[in-house]
């Protein structure tokens, strides 16, 4: 399972235990919305305007900046 915070930052949580796994930081606003891509990968998307494409074992891949795209609006 996936949290957010006000802070930008997303924890992955075991349910069973309610335990934090990892924590990923790279957003400087809320994350407003965390996707599963598949086993290995995730996406958020923040206030702060970026969407990020998170390795779960590695952290952040890559972000896009979408404040002219419209698709966070």
Known sequence: ???SALNG???LIDEKTGTILFEYKGHSKWV????LINK???ITASD???????SIKQGLL???NCSS???LR
């Open 32 to 35: 407003v919305d965390v996707k």
């Open 9 to 11: 930052t997303v924890n």
């Open 48 to 54: 702060d305007n970026l969407i990020h494409i998170w």
């Open 1 to 3: 399972m996936a949290g």
């Open 69 to 71: 795209c419209g698709i």
């Open 62 to 64: 890559k972000l896009y």
């Open 40 to 42: 290995t990968h995730f």
